[in-house]
Protein backbone atom coordinates (compact mmCIF):
# COMPACT_ATOMS: atom_id res chain seq x y z
CA UNK A 1 0.00 0.00 0.00
CA UNK A 2 1.33 3.27 -0.93
CA UNK A 3 1.47 6.25 1.86
CA UNK A 4 2.44 9.73 1.46
CA UNK A 5 2.65 11.42 5.07
CA UNK A 6 2.82 14.92 5.28
CA UNK A 7 4.64 16.96 8.62
CA UNK A 8 5.98 20.09 9.57
CA UNK A 9 2.97 22.56 8.80
CA UNK A 10 2.11 25.01 11.28
CA UNK A 11 1.28 29.27 12.14
CA UNK A 12 4.06 31.26 11.51
CA UNK A 13 4.11 35.01 10.98
CA UNK A 14 4.71 36.54 7.81
CA UNK A 15 8.17 36.69 6.72
CA UNK A 16 8.86 33.43 8.52
CA UNK A 17 9.96 30.06 7.69
CA UNK A 18 8.60 26.64 7.26
CA UNK A 19 10.36 23.08 5.78
CA UNK A 20 7.20 20.73 5.05
CA UNK A 21 8.04 16.65 4.15
CA UNK A 22 6.32 13.91 3.08
CA UNK A 23 7.52 11.17 3.73
CA UNK A 24 6.92 8.09 1.15
CA UNK A 25 6.31 4.20 2.01
CA UNK A 26 4.89 1.52 -0.65
CA UNK A 27 6.53 2.64 -2.84
CA UNK A 28 9.83 2.43 -5.17
CA UNK A 29 10.81 6.30 -4.50
CA UNK A 30 13.27 6.64 -6.38
CA UNK A 31 11.27 6.25 -9.60
CA UNK A 32 8.76 8.74 -9.12
CA UNK A 33 8.69 12.47 -9.35
CA UNK A 34 7.26 14.56 -6.38
CA UNK A 35 4.71 17.07 -6.52
CA UNK A 36 3.79 19.61 -3.48
CA UNK A 37 0.49 21.27 -4.08
CA UNK A 38 -1.31 23.34 -2.14
CA UNK A 39 -5.31 24.07 -1.85
CA UNK A 40 -6.80 27.37 0.54
CA UNK A 41 -10.25 27.10 1.48
CA UNK A 42 -12.15 28.55 -1.70
CA UNK A 43 -9.70 28.34 -4.23
CA UNK A 44 -8.95 25.82 -6.65
CA UNK A 45 -5.78 23.42 -6.09
CA UNK A 46 -2.49 25.10 -7.08
CA UNK A 47 0.73 22.86 -8.04
CA UNK A 48 3.50 24.52 -6.00
CA UNK A 49 6.63 23.25 -6.49
CA UNK A 50 7.87 19.68 -8.23
CA UNK A 51 11.08 17.38 -8.56
CA UNK A 52 12.27 14.64 -10.42
CA UNK A 53 12.63 10.91 -9.38
CA UNK A 54 16.50 10.97 -9.93
CA UNK A 55 18.55 14.13 -9.31
CA UNK A 56 18.01 17.22 -11.54
CA UNK A 57 15.07 18.59 -12.33
CA UNK A 58 12.82 21.11 -10.41
CA UNK A 59 9.79 23.39 -11.01
CA UNK A 60 8.31 26.21 -8.96
CA UNK A 61 5.07 27.91 -9.90
CA UNK A 62 5.89 31.65 -10.53
CA UNK A 63 4.23 32.68 -7.20
CA UNK A 64 6.84 30.65 -4.96
CA UNK A 65 9.98 31.30 -7.13
CA UNK A 66 12.92 32.83 -5.35
CA UNK A 67 10.90 31.69 -1.69
CA UNK A 68 10.37 28.06 -1.93
CA UNK A 69 13.24 24.88 -2.40
CA UNK A 70 11.98 21.48 -3.05
CA UNK A 71 14.74 18.70 -2.38
CA UNK A 72 14.38 15.05 -1.27
CA UNK A 73 16.69 12.24 0.05
CA UNK A 74 15.89 8.96 -2.10
CA UNK A 75 17.57 7.11 0.87
CA UNK A 76 15.17 7.84 3.47
CA UNK A 77 12.42 8.09 0.82
CA UNK A 78 11.68 11.82 2.07
CA UNK A 79 10.66 14.39 -0.17
CA UNK A 80 11.01 18.13 1.45
CA UNK A 81 9.46 21.91 0.37
CA UNK A 82 11.53 24.50 2.18
CA UNK A 83 9.49 27.42 2.32
CA UNK A 84 11.10 30.86 3.01
CA UNK A 85 9.81 34.52 3.22
CA UNK A 86 6.09 33.07 3.78
CA UNK A 87 3.47 35.34 2.93
CA UNK A 88 -0.56 35.31 4.46
CA UNK A 89 -1.34 34.46 0.47
CA UNK A 90 0.52 31.08 1.50
CA UNK A 91 -2.01 29.86 4.11
CA UNK A 92 -3.28 26.51 2.39
CA UNK A 93 -3.11 22.88 2.92
CA UNK A 94 -0.19 21.34 1.36
CA UNK A 95 -0.04 17.94 0.01
CA UNK A 96 2.22 16.12 -1.86
CA UNK A 97 1.71 13.43 -4.47
CA UNK A 98 4.05 10.78 -6.81
CA UNK A 99 3.79 10.90 -10.56
CA UNK A 100 5.82 8.59 -13.04
CA UNK A 101 6.11 11.56 -14.98
CA UNK A 102 7.77 14.87 -14.15
CA UNK A 103 5.43 18.04 -14.21
CA UNK A 104 3.40 20.32 -12.44
CA UNK A 105 0.60 19.09 -14.76
CA UNK A 106 1.61 15.81 -14.95
CA UNK A 107 -0.87 12.97 -13.43
CA UNK A 108 -0.44 11.93 -9.97
CA UNK A 109 -1.19 8.64 -8.74
CA UNK A 110 -0.96 8.81 -5.21
CA UNK A 111 -1.43 11.78 -2.76
CA UNK A 112 -0.79 12.63 1.00
CA UNK A 113 -3.53 13.95 3.23
CA UNK A 114 -1.87 17.22 3.78
CA UNK A 115 -0.78 19.79 6.12
CA UNK A 116 -1.96 23.02 7.28
CA UNK A 117 0.10 26.00 7.13
CA UNK A 118 -1.22 28.81 8.03
CA UNK A 119 0.86 32.70 7.55
CA UNK A 120 -0.66 35.37 9.64
CA UNK A 121 0.04 38.88 8.61
Known amino acids: EVQLVESGGGLVQAGESLRLSCAASGVSFDAYAIGWFRQAPGKEREGVSC????????SYADSVKGRFAVSRDNFKNTAYLQMNTLKPEDTAVYSCAVSRDYGLTAKYDYWGQGTQVTVSS
Open 51 to 58: ISGGPGST
